[in-house]
């Protein structure tokens, strides 16, 4: 019998992989973009239909045009602030008790060129401290966009440096296809040894360099961790030499499904790779957007996947040692001995 979403909800979490500019809650979308003007449909398969992504769609591209219309409401510090705030309060409904919150400030910025970087981070750091007496170990990391032009990586990890403290870790994101890592190689190793953990998109899309893009994001780029991964289930050698080196995949069920990386959450590698010996770990990616949380992938996997409130533990365990938080803020607030 399938543990019930109330079993699921009490579980102890840890959040390693979800974007803050798409974790909006849908009310609040929709009462920030109409005092913009933007136009809200009156039925709510309508709305659902022109701000989330809930059924598959063609591509991992496709869903990224898709995330454009919540970055509109973007549009001030007060609204980041909220947006951070609120994000962490879902979070502690969902029984999360590590998570870390990443975004990208050139995304942000676009359309908003009247915030600085500075302005866009103070204010989220801003809504993690209105947000702290949930108890939450919260983390910071930067994304890179690697459809930009490696001049602007260096500027974001020069950023992500000079706020190291606030800012945890680094990611390359975006669309994998057409970018691969290695342009950005020395950028990654830079942050490395400026003691900011490294993780990075790769493996996501089905697409002929797939297991390569993971390969080169651990020995090129210095990634300890990967976000999705998934497409290493192809490989033998590669699963093997995640589970050696015993690099974490940052999974996200949901929304692997809806970029087309799987045919359905009941054909994801989750079991495949975690039976191999791969380290793994549950994520929501952008639950605003695709109208999920975190327990929902709880479910995703206890439905489809059999897992039981061990393997969940297993998961959580994995994470909270994978996390680029200081030690002593995660064990502040686990339940279990954080091995490092």
């Not at 579980?11 to 390693?16: R, W």
């Not at 701000?51 to 769609?57: C, D, N, Y």
């Amino acid at each position: 019998m399938s543990l019930t979403r109330a079993e699921l909800q009490k579980i102890p979490k840890v959040e390693l992989h979800r974007h803050l500019e798409l974790s909006f809650r849908l009310p609040t979308l929709l009462e920030l973009a109409k005092e913009m003007g933007i136009k809200i449909p009156e039925s709510e398969k309508a709305i659902r239909e022109q701000f989330l992504v809930t059924e598959p769609m063609k591509d991992l591209g496709s869903v990224l045009g898709k995330f454009l219309m919540p970055q509109k409401v973007l549009s001030s510090a007060e609204i980041l602030s909220r947006l951070t705030r609120e994000c962490i309060e879902d979070c502690a409904r969902e029984g999360t008790k590590i998570v870390e919150l990443r975004y990208s400030p050139t995304f942000i910025q676009m359309g908003h060129e009247d915030m600085s970087w500075d302005q866009i981070h103070a204010a989220i750091v801003r809504g993690i401290e209105q947000a702290k007496p949930l108890g939450l170990a919260v983390g910071l990391l930067i994304t890179v966009q690697r459809t930009l032009p490696v001049p602007t990586a260096e500027r974001v990890i020069d950023f992500a440096i000079a706020n190291k403290g606030a800012i945890v870790g680094v990611d390359l994101a975006d669309n994998e296809i057409g970018f691969e890592p290695s342009p950005f190689a020395s950028v990654f190793q830079r942050a490395r040894k400026a003691g900011l953990g490294v993780t990075i998109h790769a493996g996501e899309s089905i697409y002929p360099e797939m297991v390569s893009a993971v390969l080169d994001s651990i020995e090129k780029l210095g990634a300890t961790r990967i976000g999705h991964g998934l497409q290493i289930h192809t490989d033998e050698k590669a699963m093997r030499l995640l589970a050696d080196r015993k690099i974490p995949l940052e999974l996200c069920p949901t929304s692997n499904w809806l970029t087309n990386a799987v045919t359905s959450v009941a054909t994801h590698p989750f079991r495949k790779l975690m039976e191999a010996g791969v380290p793994v770990t549950i994520n929501s990616d952008d639950p605003g957007v695709f109208g999920i949380d975190l327990v929902n992938e709880y479910e995703v996997l206890a439905r489809n996947h059999r897992m039981t409130v061990a393997e969940f533990d297993k998961c959580n365990d994995t994470a909270a040692s994978a996390s680029f938080i200081p030690l002593t803020e995660k064990q502040r607030v686990w339940p279990r001995e954080i091995k490092q």
